[in-house]
């Protein structure tokens, strides 16, 4: 089978599944239909009011994002089953905080933070500012939980006051990064990966060559980890007020203070200073009803008045909406792994994200880009596609601004590169400038099975590429030179962009990964500040006047039937919601929808058309 033979079944298979996907869709929208029918829906939906005194509860659910991944449709059901999407807008929340500490009708901020997932430590880093500068309105802040995980901790160390149930614990174990290798499994199943890569730091392609990490592997993620750690610890210990070196030790010793304590880790986290006191769910209630007032129309057993971050955002939006300004800064968010193509938000498509960008350049009014990079990278082709748009933009005489988030390493340094400045975080993972491809091959996995090939070409080429056959040497040696032409491209390119020489450029990169602080220091970022200090940045680049000027989100444009779908969820979201979660199709259905789908969502992830991927496996757990 060639390459253009397996292209085409790639694309059929990938076609099956994304049919399947719009059968959910209409399945969902008839169950909807049948909903409105039956709860006579066409209700408009209300904005709950601010209560006059009352307190802000903060409760974000999942992970901390730049864009919400998936499409408008999925979410907006599932927020009207009242079911979590897995996912908070890092931005929806620094809005809601700087509108409540300016708002006297919010006294108190509550941190809810038992729903809270795994994080980027820099959107923790600028979550946590942002409740820092609400504590200096002079309102409290006090976190409360069953328990803490390290994410939930490092937001919850910024408040006044920690309340912690009785039997709950406060956890963390640092950072690590373990990931799972193959090749015994796959030498077992007779599975022969071809691999080229450049750069010895380059280890996305090390879990089927190898069954334990690298050295060049290790000694790089022991430093970056190691770094990551020591600002966690800076940040946690300078909030608290804790000696440094006590979270080391509290890590360290867990074992033994439990035993000290008996077993019970509340104790120990209190003893520890690590929260303030232990207090039920109903005492927590209590207190808080103590500093603003009992609820005058609660909910659910309130006890104390409150509004729920997601109603205050509606709530002030709705007040203040959006003031219209002729020059603007426009901003577009590059989030997830790097995939060729059209791809919904929560990945960045090659086509999709450069749509976004040319529409950004044709827009008169946008007088500077920022680009918000979140994203380990992925696909070289299309990491060059939307540099390219880039280029665009800037040869209109406008400046461009890149704001790397948690992550913006390999594909994602590479869409970032041609900025004309680029703003990371201290604590950002960066770098992995580096290529690679994998092909594997099954020609001993089919003699096993007693099938063989033989046949004729016409060509010394005809066959070489068949990962059934196995792959040629001529084959192997025309990929070897195209990654190590890319990588040449890559380097020479951020060469360019840095003012550097090939050489020094070459010394960093490699593969080898980096937070933003390193990065910074070797020239591969220009500023160390989060998304608001490159939108000021960009300004300044355009000769804007500071408060002159209006920010504008580029998002994808919605379709006529996700318009639609999305009409019809609002319509109905009173009626899904009086009726509790009947709108989820039966558990059956569900079932075999998701069985039939999910071996071919693969397909639409490392679509690079030629193989070569700029990608870094940068999870940190």
Not at 185 to 213: H, Q
Not at 345 to 366: C, F, K, M, N, Y
């Amino acid at each position: 089978m060639s390459n253009s033979q397996s292209s085409v079944v790639l694309r059929v298979l990938g076609s099956i599944w994304r049919g399947l996907d719009r059968i959910r869709k209409v399945l969902h929208l008839s169950v909807l239909l049948i909903i409105v029918i039956l709860a006579s829906a066409g209700l408009a939906p209300d904005v709950t009011p601010v209560p006059n005194q009352a307190a802000l509860v903060l409760a974000p659910e999942g992970v901390l994002v730049d864009q919400l991944s998936g499409n408008s449709f999925d979410r907006a059901l599932a927020s009207a089953q009242g079911l979590s999407v897995g996912e908070t807008l890092l931005k929806d929340l620094v809005d809601i905080l700087r509108a409540a500490g300016d708002d006297a009708r919010i006294e108190v901020l509550v941190l809810d933070l038992d729903a809270l997932g795994g994080s980027g430590l820099s959107k923790l880093e600028e979550l946590a500012e942002e409740i820092v500068a609400f504590k200096e309105s002079g309102k409290r802040v006090i976190a409360i939980g069953d328990s803490f995980s390290q994410t939930q901790y490092y937001l919850a160390a910024h408040a006044d006051e920690i309340f912690m149930h009785p039997l709950g614990s406060v956890f963390f174990d640092g950072f690590s990064r373990y990931l799972p290798y193959y090749k015994s499994a796959l030498d077992a199943l007779y599975i022969d990966y071809n691999v080229w890569t450049v750069g010895e730091y380059k280890s996305f392609v090390e879990p089927v060559t190898r069954d334990d990490m690298s050295p060049e592997d290790r000694e790089a993620s022991v430093a970056f980890l190691a770094a990551l750690w020591d600002a966690w610890q800076q940040g946690v210990t300078s909030a608290r007020g804790l000696e440094a070196g006590s979270l080391q030790r509290y890590a360290d010793d867990a074992l033994a203070l439990m035993r000290a304590a008996g077993g019970d880790t509340g104790r120990v986290a209190l003893d520890y200073g690590l929260v303030d006191e232990l207090m039920t769910r109903d005492a927590v209630r209590t207190h808080l009803a103590e500093l603003v007032g009992d609820a005058s129309r609660g909910s659910d057993g309130d006890d104390y008045a409150r509004i729920g971050h997601e109603d205050y955002l509606a709530a002030v939006r709705q007040r203040d909406g959006e003031a219209g300004q002729d020059d603007k800064i426009g901003v577009i968010v590059a989030s997830g792994s790097i995939l060729d193509g059209v791809q919904p938000p929560g990945t960045v498509g090659g086509e999709s994200t450069a749509e976004l960008i040319r529409a950004a350049t044709e827009d008169e009014d946008i007088k500077s880009l920022v680009l918000r990079v979140d994203s380990p990278g992925g696909s070289a082709f299309a990491s060059d596609l939307i540099l390219r748009e880039i280029e665009v933009f800037k040869e209109s005489g406008r400046p461009v601004v890149v704001s790397m988030g948690s992550v913006a390493a390999s594909g994602g340094y590479w869409i970032s590169m041609a900025a004309d400045e680029i703003w990371a975080s201290p604590t950002t993972i960066t770098g992995s400038i580096g290529v690679g491809a994998m092909i594997p091959a099954f020609p001993r996995t089919l003699d096993r099975l007693g099938i063989h090939f033989d046949g004729v070409g016409t060509t010394a080429l005809s066959g070489q590429s068949d990962p059934l056959m196995g792959i040629g040497e001529d084959f192997s040696g025309m990929m070897n030179e195209s990654v190590r032409y890319i990588y040449d491209e890559f380097i020479g390119k951020v060469a360019q962009y840095r003012d550097r020489s090939v050489g020094e450029i070459d010394l960093v990169a490699r593969g080898r990964v980096w937070i933003g602080s390193q990065a910074h220091a070797y020239g591969l970022v220009d500023e160390l500040g989060d998304l608001d200090d490159a939108i000021v940045a960009a300004a300044r680049l355009a000769e804007l006047d500071e408060d002159a000027y209006g920010i504008e989100y580029f998002d994808p444009p919605l379709n006529f039937l996700d318009r639609l779908l999305l009409d019809m969820i609002r319509t109905a979201s009173p009626a899904i919601a009086a009726l509790g979660h009947e709108a989820r199709l039966p558990r059956s259905l569900t079932v075999l929808l998701e069985a039939a789908s999910e071996p071919l969502a693969f397909l639409d992830r490392f679509n690079d058309p030629r193989g070569i991927y700029a990608y870094c496996f940068c999870d940190v757990q």
